[in-house]
Structure formats: structure tokens, C-alpha cells
T-cell receptor, first 115, second 113 residues
Framework: QQQVKQSPQSLIVQKGGISIINCAYE??????FPWYQQFPGKGPALLIA?????SEKKEGRFTISFNKSAKQFSLHIMDSQPGDSATYFC??????????????FGTGTRLQVTL | NAGVTQTPKFQVLKTGQSMTLQCAQD?????MSWYRQDPGMGLRLIHY???????DQGEVPNGYNVSRSTTEDFPLRLLSAAPSQTSVYFC????????????FGEGSRLTVL
């Protein structure tokens, strides 16, 4: 049972366009929603994260939109660049739950930005 | 600055063999975890630890064993390898005793024949 559902599986965007990746979660106890970026042959790295007390967080060209009532959140990459080509993972978790602290990841989206 | 170091990077095993994937971090992080990455499945949590001497199971713990005797090291043991354990394994750590910003190693690719 996938607790965090991510779509699309793959995405092709032209340079300068907007890339949008969506995630939905089921567990209402989740209170931390990060996005990770992974390049081939490397481990994932934190890109941006949001807590449920805000509906949007922006860092440079990357924005998380969060809809608590719908249990959905999304990553928007503005002015997409070829260097953004990577696999993106959403995650959700209960990092502040003491010994039960853990993150659950989505299945990933392979983004390709073409010239 | 080494960060999270995983060894070996590549390993081929035969069914039934045992081995240990090593993970070491030099950031004095309390939280450490192991994930496996499979096509179409994303990253799935195997085991995690919020500090030395404390471990717990994740989503897919069967066939794996862990221990945490020091803050720096968190080895993952495969007791009797099976083809279903063919995967890329990632170790990750986080400051404090919580799964906040995870710092991942570069992965260990395991093939079980």
C-alpha cells in the first residue's frame, strides 16, 4: 500500500517551461513534506520542504504548493533548465515523532528538460 | 568532508550468501536509515535508528538485520541473500534524532544471482 502517491512517472518539458509534479498522501499524521532531487549515480539530496502550517514555499525557481484538506502537494519548477533533468521524489513523514521518526517516499518522477 | 560513506559500491552475490553493507557518517548525526531503491517503487525504508543502541523496522525489513553500536556506523546485514534483494541500497543520516533533512550516501548496487 503506497502511502505517498506521485505522478507523473516521467515528464518532458522544454527549456524555459514549467515542470509540475504532484503527490498525494493518506496519513493525516504526516507533518513534514520534502522534495528530493536525484542525479544518475548519486544519492538523493533535499531540494525544498514544507510544513502543513503554510500553503506555499518558494526557493528560487522551485515552489511547493500544499493543500492540507485535499492531502496533496506539488512541486513547480519555473523556467526549467537542462540542468534540472533528474529524478524527483516527494516524501512525507513524521520526523518529530521521537523513535517513530521516518519519511515515506513517493515512486519518483523522471524529468527531462529539452533544449 | 566525507559525509555519508557506503561500501561496497557494487556487489554480486549468489542466492543464500550473506554480506554486510557498510555505512559510516562523519557529521555526528544521531539519525541513520537504510533505503532500497527499485524501478517504479521509489525509495522504501528498510530499517532506521534514532541513536546508538536504538533501531526499528521500516516498510520492508524482512531479510535484513541492523545494529547501531556507535553514532558513526550503521551496517546493514543480509542474512541469506535472495534475488528479490537485488536493488540499489542507500544509507542516509540526519542531524538530531529525527528524520529531517536526510543526507544520502552514493548507494550500493547489489545483484543477487
Amino acid at each position: 500500500q503506497q502511502q505517498v502517491k506521485q505522478s507523473p512517472q516521467s515528464l518532458i518539458v522544454q527549456k524555459g517551461g514549467i515542470s509540475i509534479i504532484n503527490c498525494a498522501y493518506e496519513n493525516t499524521a504526516f507533518d513534514y513534506f520534502p522534495w528530493y532531487q536525484q542525479f544518475p549515480g548519486k544519492g538523493p539530496a533535499l531540494l525544498i520542504a514544507i510544513r502543513p502550517d503554510v500553503s506555499e514555499k518558494k526557493e528560487g525557481r522551485f515552489t511547493i504548493s500544499f493543500n492540507k484538506s485535499a492531502k496533496q502537494f506539488s512541486l513547480h519548477i519555473m523556467d526549467s533548465q537542462p540542468g534540472d533533468s533528474a529524478t524527483y521524489f516527494c516524501a512525507a513523514g513524521t520526523p518529530f515523532a521521537g523513535t517513530a521518526s521516518k519519511l515515506t517516499f513517493g515512486t519518483g518522477t523522471r524529468l527531462q528538460v529539452t533544449l | 568532508n566525507a559525509g555519508v560513506t557506503q561500501t561496497p559500491k557494487f556487489q554480486v552475490l549468489k542466492t543464500g550468501q550473506s554480506m554486510t553493507l557498510q555505512c559510516a557518517q562523519d557529521m555526528n548525526h544521531e539519525y541513520m536509515s537504510w533505503y532500497r531503491q527499485d524501478p517504479g517503487m521509489g525509495l522504501r525504508l528498510i530499517h532506521y535508528s534514532v541513536g546508538a543502541g536504538i533501531t526499528d523496522q521500516g516498510e520492508v525489513p524482512n531479510g535484513y538485520n541492523v545494529s547501531r553500536s556507535t553514532t558513526e556506523d550503521f551496517p546493514l546485514r543480509l542474512l541469506s541473500a535472495a534475488p528479490s534483494q537485488t536493488s540499489v541500497y542507500f544509507c542516509a543520516s540526519s542531524s538530531g534524532s529525527w528524520a529531517g533533512e536526510l543526507f544520502f550516501g552514493e548507494g550500493s548496487r547489489l545483484t543477487v544471482l
